[in-house]
């Protein structure tokens, strides 16, 4: 089993596959987006090798990001790949669902089970604001497809903001609930430089969330993890989730079990530090010499760092956008 030095089994890895995106998320609001040339990004075959790897030495997770993933040319054979890994338990999937409608098939025969859809609005005009250019219909046709697929639990992901979307959150989660949808409210992070808004006049916290919810919903705890930083909440009567990722207010650092590899192969230890291993020269400096790209990655774990420190009051310290990171 792969561990770091504070002894956290790390089991998940989330695999950015292209630092593009057809339309942004409130993610990345930056005005320019600087995108990689494309020799720079590891090929779908280099992708493969390291995620390979990663399962071999105990990684049981899988995540398939971007940028929007579903826009990388041949993607599809990069997720026949890693379906047909030995030992991989869950492969997954985040994106804005624009493509989603013609892909949600083959992802589902692929062994896609669960996926992950950036939302963060159902007002069509606000949501085409946000995104620069986001066709709404689009997306939630996507949904659709990806549930009468059989794609077998649909989360939404969703960051409010709380001059721009956050009077939205009663509808949001009504239209989870009628839709029979897991939904998670993200703490905006401190990730790149910004012009468009004060991230901490725009800042909610999750407690916040929570109290506004309460007077439409009686929410319960639920004792429920699917491994990752979200905590769910329950209401009577309904199947979906409805979970708060707390970056700022409530710290997960203490049982982090993923590590990042950026679309142009930088292994990123943590979202909130620059900690990281270029994995692209290894594979490209050793081809097809397994160990030592195993060697390296353990080695890796030596650097990640026990926790992040966002601190919406200063200037960023990670410079980096989602779409450089991975969702």
């Known amino acids: 089993m792969l561990k770091d030095t504070f002894g956290r089994e790390i089991n998940y890895l989330r695999l950015s596959v292209t630092d593009r995106c057809d339309f942004r998320c409130v993610y990345c609001m930056a005005e320019d987006m600087t995108f990689l040339p ?12 390291v995620a390979a790897a990663f399962v071999e030495l105990g990684v049981r997770k899988i995540r398939v990001t971007g940028g929007e993933p579903l826009i990388r040319r041949n993607v599809m054979q990069l997720f026949e790949q890693l379906g047909r890994l030995e030992g991989l338990r869950e492969l997954t999937l985040t994106t804005n669902a624009s493509q989603l409608r013609r892909f949600a098939a083959p992802l589902r025969r692929a062994g896609v089970r669960r996926i992950n859809v950036s939302l963060d609005s159902l007002q069509p005009a606000r949501f085409r604001q946000l995104t620069r250019h986001g066709d709404l219909q689009q997306v939630l046709q996507g ?94 009567g309904y199947d979906s989730r409805i979970g ?56 890796a774990m030596t650097i990640k760092p026990e926790r992040h420190y966002f601190d919406l009051d200063r200037e960023p310290q990670i410079l980096r956008f989602m779409n450089a990171t991975g969702g």
């Open 38 to 49: 494309r020799a720079q990004l590891l090929t779908l075959e280099e992708l493969a090798t």
């Open 143 to 236: 949904i659709d497809a990806a549930r009468d697929a059989g794609i077998e639990r649909i989360k939404l992901n969703c960051v409010l903001m709380k001059n721009r979307n956050a009077d939205e959150l009663p509808d949001l989660v009504g239209f989870a609930l009628q839709q029979q949808l897991d939904i998670s409210f993200i703490e905006e992070m401190p990730l790149g430089n910004i012009s468009e808004h004060d991230r901490g006049e725009e800042f909610v916290s999750s407690a916040e969330l929570r109290r506004q919810l309460g007077r439409h919903y009686r929410l319960r705890p639920l004792d429920v993890s699917t491994g990752g930083p979200s905590r769910y909440w329950g209401i009577d």
């Open 244 to 299: 708060f990722i707390s970056p700022h207010s409530e710290n997960f650092c203490g049982a982090c079990n993923r590590v990042r590899l950026s679309a142009e192969g930088r292994l990123l230890l943590c979202l909130g530090n620059e900690h990281s291993l270029d994995l692209r020269a290894v594979v490209r400096r050793h081809p097809g010499n397994r160990e030592r790209l195993q060697q390296a990655i353990v080695a």
